[in-house]
């Protein structure tokens, strides 16, 4: 089970929080972008073999939301893109 | 290819076995094929044989990175059904089923397809909708559902004592599915690889594909392993799991995340369920295997991953929600475990199609492809060979997302 890092609570265990997804790139503006981007946007999410940047809620706890590098080979929290856990 | 009958078996048993012939050969791996199949597991065996059976093209690699059954294939829990709720699926699932009840003639090879029927144990009112709902999609498909009573599920299912009246959700009724079936993953390998062979492919364990190459036109020009490099106008990628890996490599997004599916089994017991349960609402099924195993699934991990065990919250979870419905179960020891990852599309239909590298083809977002082989490979072989979508498949394009004209398919095992 991971340990996951709450900033207000310390670290506490996976059971307790949900998860939120990979981190996407900022939301085009709509006025502004092409549809290829758009859909690009809504359907294609990073899916690294490695570190993944993606969100967690404190929900069983604080509510807090925080985000946090995982390698998506051995779920090792790493510190960055080029931390292999 | 030796046939195999009694009187093979009477024969070669006369000469205390020492004279079967290797169901496959290992041949030398060429610079060249016309067609390059990536995977040798259920998907990617199913493609090259019907691309040699149906539209004779026989000048076929599969490479696979470790060993033939060794990939998805044997990571699954072996259910093959039709009960989905989507027009676009059902007509698939159904041919399907159809071509894994005619495998093991078709073949020659005992696929030991045991068509025993799935139970989905109903709890919520919102669940029981759901199925009536399937129910009069698939009746008009050819597939079928059956509701019963919660009296009757507990005389099919003598095992489940959970779920009464003082449950937090009492069983409310159930539905049968009787065309469900499991079999034997390593047999539907090995009789695809002998078949494939018999033909004239060629099949190459330890052969990993490290990178895709695109020719100066922009097609699709080969692909890249530790034992060099391999050429092919057309190449298939068959990879549950690490489809986006290898896009990658020629600068191709695609709509789909890796994640983990989980799955245990049981010490041995005597016989004691002779159906696949399924129970939605509680979020796990079973089914017991011929050894006497209980061979238990879950629900996805929603995180990615590309890892083959199984998470500790995942396994706690499933089993909380079994020994709800089956108290019983508590004393069971359970023996393994272990972890199928698969790519799910962004609406969790399967994508079959050629993609945006003219010659690269992918079948990915398999979630529970286990049921779907004969009939996905029959219909890549089709796309392959002719350059035009099955009708099976051809809502499962790649294009649908341009449109945002997704498939939302609610009918896998778990999906709550």
Not at chain 2, 311 to 336: H, I, N
Not at chain 2, 339 to 364: K, M, N, R, W, Y
């Amino acid at each position: 089970m991971m340990l996951i890092p709450c900033p207000f609570c310390g670290p506490r265990t996976e059971s307790e929080f949900t998860y939120g997804g990979p981190v996407r790139p900022p939301r085009p503006d709509p006025a502004r972008t092409t549809d290829a981007e758009w859909v690009a946007w809504l359907t294609e999410v990073p899916n690294p073999l490695g570190p993944v940047e993606e969100r967690w809620c404190h929900l069983r706890g604080c509510g807090s939301w925080l985000t946090l590098w995982r390698d998506t080979r051995t779920h090792a929290i790493v510190g960055g893109p080029q931390d292999a856990g | 290819m030796q046939r195999y009958s009694l009187l093979s078996l009477l024969r070669h048993g006369l000469n205390r076995h020492t004279t079967w012939a290797p169901a496959w050969r290992s041949l030398p791996l060429r610079e060249r094929y016309e067609v390059i199949v990536i995977g040798a597991g259920g998907h990617g065996l199913a493609t090259a044989y019907y691309l040699a059976k149906e539209h004779g093209i026989t000048d076929i690699a599969v490479l696979e990175s470790g060993w033939l059954g060794g990939g998805n294939i044997a990571r699954n829990t072996v259910t093959i059904r039709s009960n989905y709720m989507r027009d676009a699926s059902i007509p698939f699932y159904v041919k399907s089923v159809t071509l894994y009840e005619q495998m093991t003639r078709e073949l020659n090879f005992n696929t030991m397809h045991s068509r025993r029927g799935m139970i989905d144990v109903i709890q919520t009112w919102g669940m029981m909708r759901d199925r009536r709902r399937r129910q009069h999609i698939m009746d008009l498909h050819g597939s079928t559902y059956e509701q019963i009573t919660t009296a009757e599920l507990r005389r099919r299912i003598p095992a489940l004592t959970g779920g009464g009246a003082e449950a937090r959700l009492p069983i409310l009724g159930g539905f049968v599915h009787p065309e469900a079936a499991v079999n034997r993953h390593d047999a539907v390998a090995w009789a695809y690889a002998r078949a494939i062979n018999a033909m004239g492919g060629e099949i190459h364990q330890q052969t990993p594909v490290t990178q895709l190459m695109r020719g100066p036109d922009g097609r699709i020009a080969g692909v890249v392993t530790p034992r060099g490099v391999i050429r092919a106008p057309k190449v298939a990628v068959a990879v549950s799991g690490h489809t986006t890996t290898l896009t990658e490599t020629v600068g191709l997004k695609l709509p789909l995340r890796t994640m983990n599916l989980t799955a245990f089994v049981s010490e041995p017991v005597q016989p004691l369920i002779d159906v696949i349960v399924n129970c939605p609402d509680a979020g796990f099924y079973l089914s017991q295997s011929d050894k006497g195993e209980l061979v238990i699934g879950g629900a996805p991990d929603p995180g990615q991953s590309f890892r083959r065990d199984i998470k500790q919250t995942v396994f706690e979870d499933t089993v909380s929600a079994m020994l709800s419905l089956f108290p019983a179960f508590k004393g069971l020891k359970m023996l393994r475990q272990w972890g199928g990852h698969l790519d799910i599309a962004h609406d969790a239909s399967p994508i079959q199609d050629e993609t945006d590298v003219p010659g690269l083809f992918v079948t990915a977002g398999w979630w529970g492809g286990y049921k779907a082989i004969p009939a996905g490979g029959l219909t890549l072989a089709h796309l392959v060979a002719t350059g035009r979508p099955h009708p099976l498949m051809a809502p499962f394009s790649i294009k649908r997302f341009r449109h945002l004209d997704y498939v939302m398919e609610s009918g896998t095992t778990t999906a709550r």
